[in-house]
């Protein structure tokens, strides 16, 4: 079961149709059955079920997860892939000691690849569709994946296989979603 | 949250609509009436039309005019959304828009300019469970303009039903349309919606049809009890 977390400003809300559903529907149509979570209903259970977690992204206006840390303290126990989109990368970073500073990109961007990594293989450059109103500072020790003329794109976990993108590959580009499904992974 | 609708009247702001009312309050409907057919951003067929839309519905209209030259629209559009904030307060902005770049990213900088947010409930949905809910939920819409191959007149005026979305789905196979007409490959006006107090009812319109384009356009219509 792929996990997929709604970041959003509530459970249920009207921004699920627009960064949640666009997500689970690239998860279904790889084949992958599919549990949504609202970050505030996250359990145990859900999180051990899980063969890789996704979370999704918000909208530009939304910042409510910034203010609810304790949502993400399971990032520190999980040993399966996550990725985290836009808002997920955002939490994902502050989750490991990293920080966020302004930085607003709307529309279709550049993305270039600054280090080799399965996940972007093959995709040195590439038009994004971007909607963020932060960029990030990298947490200790994690990669940089890629970048654009901005900010940081792409990163990743120096142990794990834990992504954070800050572009919306639901938009043009679902192979980037799909790649993170077909990672080779086994859980220790 | 307060939320004003961009509402052109056609079946996908009217489905966002009705979306935005499952989990906020709508507010306002804003509707901007282009002077220019083949404005970037507004659909034009019918538009004149919407105010008895909002009627139908119950909700107030923000309407503003535009004559529709790229990116001079958009300041158009924005002074539209100023109006809708100071007279109804709105927090926020719902969109139909379905997979457009072009438009979605043009809302979203006057949103963020504007200190609002920004909803598109209908962004890259499935387009063949989309159509099957506007269906099932009880909304009716006409074909009002299409604009590409393989489209005939008879498409014109021709109600969004079953046959004519299986027929639809066809033609998207076969040409290299969208199926939600997304690509501007045709228009619809909507009729009636779950959340109409009453129905629109065409009384007499006209259909112009030239070498793979052509309008239907609604020249007198009433509203009716439901």
């Given at each position: 079961m792929i996990l997929i977390v709604d970041l959003c400003y509530r459970e249920g809300s009207l921004s699920l149709y627009e960064f949640v559903e666009p997500v689970a529907g690239i998860v279904r149509r790889s084949g992958f059955p599919v549990q949504v979570r609202h970050r505030s209903h996250l359990s145990r259970q859900d999180l051990g079920?899980?063969?890789?977690?996704?979370?999704?992204?918000?909208?530009?206006?939304?910042?409510?997860?910034?203010?609810?840390?304790?949502?993400?303290a399971w990032m520190e126990e999980v040993r399966v892939p996550v990725?985290?989109?836009?808002?997920?990368?955002?939490?994902?970073?502050?989750?490991?000691?990293?920080?966020?500073?302004?930085?607003?990109?709307?529309g279709t961007t550049e993305v270039r690849c600054t280090r080799q990594d399965s996940l972007l293989e093959g995709h040195e450059r590439f038009s994004a569709y971007e909607?963020?109103?932060?960029?990030?500072?990298?947490?200790p020790r994690f990669l940089v994946l890629a970048e654009s003329d901005h900010c940081i794109q792409a990163m990743r976990h120096p142990d794990l296989p834990f992504y954070g993108i800050l572009f919306h590959p639901e938009v043009r580009n679902e192979w980037v979603v799909e790649r993170f499904l077909a990672l080779p992974w086994r859980i220790c | 949250m307060k939320l004003g609708m961009l509402f052109s009247g056609g079946k996908d702001s009217t489905f966002a609509c009705w979306r935005a009312m499952q989990h906020e309050e709508v507010a306002c409907l804003i509707s901007v009436l282009s002077r220019n057919e083949e404005s970037y951003m507004f659909h034009t067929p019918n538009v004149r039309w919407v105010p008895l839309q909002a009627e139908a519905a119950g909700l107030p209209l923000v309407q503003g005019e535009t004559e529709g030259r790229e990116e001079e629209e958009l300041a158009d559009l924005r002074s539209v959304i100023r109006l809708a904030m100071d007279r109804h307060g709105i927090e926020g902005v719902v969109t139909g828009a379905l997979q457009s770049l072009y438009q979605a990213s043009r809302i979203q900088r006057i949103c963020a300019d504007l200190d609002l947010w920004c909803f598109n409930p209908l962004w890259h949905t499935d387009p063949h469970r989309y159509l099957q809910n506007l269906l099932s939920l009880g909304f009716?819409?006409?074909?009002?303009?299409?604009?590409?191959?393989?489209?005939?007149?008879s498409w014109l005026g021709r109600e969004l039903d079953r046959d004519t979305i299986r027929e639809l789905e066809v033609i998207a196979c076969t040409h290299r349309i969208t199926l939600t007409g997304e690509g501007g490959e045709y228009e619809t006006f909507v009729l009636d919606a779950p959340f109409f107090r009453q129905r629109i009812v065409v009384q007499e319109a006209e259909a112009v049809y030239r070498t793979d384009r052509g309008v239907y356009r609604i020249t007198r219509a009433a509203l009716e009890e439901k």
């Amino acid at each position: 079961m792929i996990l997929i977390v709604d970041l959003c400003y509530r459970e249920g809300s009207l921004s699920l149709y627009e960064f949640v559903e666009p997500v689970a529907g690239i998860v279904r149509r790889s084949g992958f059955p599919v549990q949504v979570r609202h970050r505030s209903h996250l359990s145990r259970q859900d999180l051990g079920a899980a063969e890789r977690i996704i979370l999704c992204g918000t909208a530009l206006r939304d910042n409510a997860f910034v203010g609810e840390p304790a949502s993400f303290a399971w990032m520190e126990e999980v040993r399966v892939p996550v990725l985290g989109i836009c808002a997920g990368m955002q939490a994902m970073a502050l989750a490991f000691g990293g920080s966020l500073i302004p930085s607003q990109e709307i529309g279709t961007t550049e993305v270039r690849c600054t280090r080799q990594d399965s996940l972007l293989e093959g995709h040195e450059r590439f038009s994004a569709y971007e909607l963020h109103g932060a960029g990030v500072v990298l947490p200790p020790r994690f990669l940089v994946l890629a970048e654009s003329d901005h900010c940081i794109q792409a990163m990743r976990h120096p142990d794990l296989p834990f992504y954070g993108i800050l572009f919306h590959p639901e938009v043009r580009n679902e192979w980037v979603v799909e790649r993170f499904l077909a990672l080779p992974w086994r859980i220790c | 949250m307060k939320l004003g609708m961009l509402f052109s009247g056609g079946k996908d702001s009217t489905f966002a609509c009705w979306r935005a009312m499952q989990h906020e309050e709508v507010a306002c409907l804003i509707s901007v009436l282009s002077r220019n057919e083949e404005s970037y951003m507004f659909h034009t067929p019918n538009v004149r039309w919407v105010p008895l839309q909002a009627e139908a519905a119950g909700l107030p209209l923000v309407q503003g005019e535009t004559e529709g030259r790229e990116e001079e629209e958009l300041a158009d559009l924005r002074s539209v959304i100023r109006l809708a904030m100071d007279r109804h307060g709105i927090e926020g902005v719902v969109t139909g828009a379905l997979q457009s770049l072009y438009q979605a990213s043009r809302i979203q900088r006057i949103c963020a300019d504007l200190d609002l947010w920004c909803f598109n409930p209908l962004w890259h949905t499935d387009p063949h469970r989309y159509l099957q809910n506007l269906l099932s939920l009880g909304f009716r819409a006409v074909i009002t303009g299409v604009f590409s191959s393989p489209f005939d007149a008879s498409w014109l005026g021709r109600e969004l039903d079953r046959d004519t979305i299986r027929e639809l789905e066809v033609i998207a196979c076969t040409h290299r349309i969208t199926l939600t007409g997304e690509g501007g490959e045709y228009e619809t006006f909507v009729l009636d919606a779950p959340f109409f107090r009453q129905r629109i009812v065409v009384q007499e319109a006209e259909a112009v049809y030239r070498t793979d384009r052509g309008v239907y356009r609604i020249t007198r219509a009433a509203l009716e009890e439901k």
